[in-house]
């Protein structure tokens, strides 16, 4: 039985660690990252990688030292360096002394042979395809059920009553999820943890400001690599709502695009309309959906020298303009600061309130005149 592991990427690691177990693999959990981690990735990564490849390269470390033979990841297309990490990740851990081997997965819907045999690789309990099939949809429906306690996390948050009651219950529902295996089981406990967060004692009333945030997926989806950002945005009284969930993502990647990619996807053209790789031209449509939409305001999460981002900085410069919704940029490496990150924040959030409450101000004017 091999030891297998794989990105952590937020909550999405319970899910993977059911399938690959039902393969017939002896799972690694990988560790949430911590500083331990990054100065892991920063001994052994390229100077200039990018925040996501030095993570996940510490990540690795981690893992092949607690046994870990085999890793399981993701690929990429387009001009983005991510579709080459797992080639760079293998050749860095062999070079300092882990014979470790990697999968890398391609969109299934481009390549389904390899997709396939990728699968049979991983399947050491040689399980029917049928009876993977079951699998998937087992973990799909964790995945799905951990990606809507989050986004209520989000709603719930900002209004709580008691700061910080969102957080404790959303990390206790988490392990109901967890823990859950049987279709039945994993329908009855989602159901019971979304039940929990919307239980939080709240104030509906209450006026918050509603923010999208948009950017690399990696930096988008793990909190540790984005500082907890949502976190202490709720904590401010702002609502988040976030351009990317794994669940969106992997539907847009194994069968074809969604409407809702395509609809972000025509959103940005008339700035940037074609790929620039990574998810710079999502970053700019989804910005265009948040401005039609009346947010407050929108948060770009990018890692440091990441060039599909620093090509959609340049261009959300003037849809904030066009669009007149405020846009705050962090690039996020190994010294970024959450003391610094909370101060630019919570200026943020006061510019905000001040736009908010002069236009409030313009339309009582209007009206009254």
Sequence with gaps: MPKVTFPRMGESWRTFKMLMNDLGNEVVIPP???KRTLDYGVRYAPEFACLPLKILMGTYVETCLEGAELIVTSGGSGPCRAGLYGQLHKKILNSIGFPVDIIVFEAPKSHPVDFLRKVNRLNTSRLSYRAIW???????????YLDDAEKLTHVVRPRELEKGSTTRVYRRVLDWIDTAYTMKEIKEAGE???????????DPGRNVLKVGIVGEIYVLLEPASNLEIEETLG????????????????????????REILTVKD??????PLCIGGHGQESVGHTVIFAKEGYDGVIQLAPFTCIPEIVARTILNRVSRVHNIPVLTFFLDEQTGKAGMSTRLEAFVDLMRRKKGHAGNLRAQTEAG
């Design 134 to 144: 079951e699998c998937i949809k087992r973990g799909w429906e964790k995945l799905k």
């Design 32 to 34: 949430r990252p911590n």
């Design 192 to 202: 019971a943890a979304l039940e929990a967060i919307r239980s939080v004692p709240q």
């Design 235 to 258: 904590n401010l009284g702002v609502e988040v709502r976030r351009s990317m969930f794994l669940t969106g993502w992997t539907r847009d990647n194994t069968v074809k695009e969604t």
């Design 267 to 272: 959103a940005a053209a008339p700035y940037i």
